[in-house]
């Protein structure tokens, strides 16, 4: 990681996604941070020190099972606010985020602001609307399908009764790619899934196209 020492850069970003006007406090000390690919950006900072908007890049979030073991939960290469959970105060989320490129972020220490934040109505309805819109998320995608292995079939009609690429279909099953590959061999095996190529299956009930 590295602080990018570029003003006209930071404000290109600060005025490209209106973030100044996603607050009331005047005066707030942003900065341009850069993460290489591989780097955990939640273990290199204390998430709960500083709010992060994701500007470039790509980001994957992945939740942590007790036994240590983690799976695929979030995918964004979008403006994205990191650290909203961690300001309401919940500071020990077994989560993990990790750079899936070079990622740039602009942030907002809160060392210096955070009680100033704590009484800004503009950022709080924000902040507010992200973590409800992430609290959803994370509900929708286990409220429809209990079982993995409908969650992977009702994709697959959804989506025309094939697909290629076991590591993008995981982070949208939200499982590990070997949760998934053990799956894809199971339901192979069965016949309920034909596989067409590497990485490629489709139902067997589907028609060949």
Known sequence: MKLLQNPALLEKYLA????????????LPFCLWEYERGEILNYIK??????RFLV????????????GSRYPLSHSDSFT????MEFCGENSLPFLVEAMSRVRCVELPLFACREALLHDSTFLRGLLGSVAHKVALFAQSYASYSRLEEKLLACLRQDGGSFR??????VRLHCSRRQLQRLLKSLTEREILEKTGRGAYRLRESPLP
């Open 165 to 170: 690429g076991v590591e993008p279909l995981a």
């Open 81 to 84: 606010l990191l650290g909203d």
């Open 16 to 27: 490209q996604y209106e973030i100044p006007q996603k607050f009331d406090t005047p005066g």
């Open 56 to 67: 470039s890049g790509t980001i994957q979030i992945y939740a942590v099972r007790a036994d």
């Open 46 to 51: 204390d998430p709960g020190q500083v709010l």
